[in-house]
């Protein structure tokens, strides 16, 4: 198994920034450098999305309305991945998720992003 576990969330102004850690253990952990990790988020009443998506080679995509403002990365020494948020916009209020291995893998538990106007 595998348990990931997010942090770095929290409440902020409009324009601030924030950097998003997603760290990985348990007795599988060694399939997490071979395998894509993921931000997604969910705001209340909505759908889980893709935020961006970083795969084991370090190739990444994001969603166009991160695009320019968000930078995913990973450090597979410490089996972790970051998101760094920039310009933050109310709209990016939501509860992201860290992910490994695609919507049937693993997930976090979630950490809170709150953007003030």
């Known amino acids: 198994q595998v348990q990931l576990v997010e942090s770095g969330g929290g409440l902020v102004q409009a324009g601030g920034s924030l950097n998003l850690s997603c760290a990985a253990s348990?007795?599988?952990?060694?399939?997490?450098?071979?395998?894509?990790m993921a931000w997604y988020r969910q705001a209340p009443g909505k759908q889980r999305d893709l935020v961006a998506r970083?795969?084991?080679?370090?190739?990444?995509i994001y969603a166009d309305s991160v695009k320019g403002r968000f930078t995913i990365s990973r450090d597979n020494a410490k089996n972790t991945v970051y998101l760094q948020m920039n310009s933050l916009k109310p709209e990016d209020t939501a509860n992201y998720y860290c992910n490994l291995g695609g919507t049937v893998g693993y997930w976090g538990q979630g950490t809170q992003v709150t953007v003030s106007s």
């Open positions: 348990g007795s599988f952990v060694s399939i997490v450098s071979i395998n894509a």
């Open positions: 970083i795969d084991s080679g370090g190739s990444t």
